[in-house]
């Protein structure tokens, strides 16, 4: 790996490490571009598993500390992974033109449902819940505002049988990347959560095969993220167990998002 763009600190309180240590693990692995993409918080509102808004100017602050500090070792970008809510739209223009952020990931874990209420994912009570997610992720993707699309396929940790629905919200997502030429992460945290018994079979929570094998066939560009929650998983085995997947299915992984 020569670049991550999917990196978390402590903040966002599930995960391990200052922006330091990241970046000083990032180094002794050779890595040429790092990105900071902590949980967002949001202005009004607490999703949990993410910094508080308070501490917003603090994470930008620490990070452009540490991009000055080794920009003769590597290349630091800014970032937030961020949840698509279309009532905050404005906000995440304020991310990007007055907070001076480098990128916005969409990490849809939270997401507008058709009944106009806020859903977890992870909490899925049927496939036609996927179909609802998917939509959400498109509607993301069109606005522009999002430099690529974190864990697509991360519906599919839920323990729900295979069904037309599934294969509906892959479709809508994969020709959505397609039309508006967006980036999709194959996610290397999916793999180190280990091989589980799904209703489909045993394999990752994600990474899932038949997402993949859908973006394979758009040649949709794809970028490895190692989603690291502590700074030795920023290029550890289960990024080089993704990295060598991607490459056997023959995806078309680009080095990187700017």
């Known amino acids: 790996m020569i670049s ?27 890595i040429k571009e790092l990105g900071f993409s902590d949980h967002a918080p949001f202005p009004d509102r607490d999703f949990g ?11 930008i602050k620490a990070i452009e500390q540490s991009k000055e ?7 630091i970008y800014k970032g937030l992974e961020i949840e698509y809510i279309p009532i905050y739209e404005n906000y995440y223009r304020e991310l990007l033109e007055e907070k001076g952020l480098d990128y916005l990931a969409l990490g849809e874990h939270i997401y507008m449902g058709s009944d106009g209420k806020l859903k977890n994912i992870f909490y899925a009570k049927s496939t036609e819940n996927y179909k609802e997610y998917a939509l959400s992720v498109c509607e993301a993707i069109e606005t522009g505002l999002f430099r690529y699309v974190a864990h697509p396929d991360v519906m599919f940790a839920n323990y729900l049988k295979w069904d037309s629905n599934c294969e509906k919200a892959v479709s809508l997502i994969v020709e ?7 980036i999709l992460e194959y996610n290397a945290n999916g793999i180190r959560k280990g091989i589980e018994i799904f209703p489909d079979g045993s394999r990752y929570p994600y990474p899932h095969k038949y997402f993949w094998e859908a973006v394979k066939d758009k040649g949709i560009r794809v970028i490895i993220g190692s989603d690291c929650h502590a700074p030795e998983q920023i290029n550890d085995k289960f990024v080089k167990a993704a990295e060598n997947s991607a490459a ?6 680009i080095e990187s998002i700017f």
Not at 176 to 182: G, I, T
Not at 248 to 253: E, F, S
């Open 248 to 253: 056997k299915m023959g995806l078309n992984v």
């Open 4 to 30: 991550n763009f999917h990196t978390h600190t402590y903040r966002c309180l599930h995960a391990f490490g200052t922006d330091e240590d990241y970046t000083a693990e990032a180094i002794k692995q050779h």
């Open 176 to 182: 959505c990347a397609e039309k508006n030429d967006a």
């Open 49 to 59: 598993y993410r910094m508080q808004y308070n501490e917003l100017e603090e994470y």
């Open 69 to 75: 500090k080794h920009k003769e070792e590597i290349l």
